[in-house]
Nanobody, 125 residues
């Protein structure tokens, strides 16, 4: 069982940066893949990035590739999403999620069993 809590969201100007954190409670977090998703008003929840249990493999949506970096620190039971060169289209609620069942990275929300409450990211123009 894993509980996830996101933090680090806020208001930032276009071109700015934010780092989101996802603090996990649970001994098995280090064995789970971790993903980040986002949902903007009126839109479906979309995949942002994922990272495997060891942190050795990562996968990004095309919309954020080159701007966002996913990372994890298993010793701290924490995942991160570094967001640079932010755009107004990045405005959304960002969620972290954990997948206990697959070793291969997945972009599908339904594959993730545990979710945080979300943190709002707003990028102004």
């Amino acid at each position: 069982q894993v509980q996830l809590v996101e933090s680090g969201g806020g208001l930032v100007q276009a071109g700015g940066s934010l780092r989101l954190s996802c603090a996990a409670s649970g001994r098995t977090f280090s064995t789970y893949a971790m993903g980040w998703f986002r949902q903007a008003p009126g839109k479906e929840r979309e995949f942002v990035a994922a990272i495997n249990w060891s942190g050795g493999s990562s996968y990004y949506a095309d919309s954020v590739k080159g701007r966002f970096t996913i990372a994890r620190d298993n010793a701290k039971d924490t995942g991160y999403l570094q967001m640079d060169s932010l755009k107004p289209d990045d405005t959304a609620i960002y969620y972290c999620a954990a997948d206990p069942e697959r070793k291969k990275l997945t972009p599908y929300a339904y594959d993730y069993d545990y979710w945080g409450q979300g943190t709002q990211v707003t990028v102004s123009s």
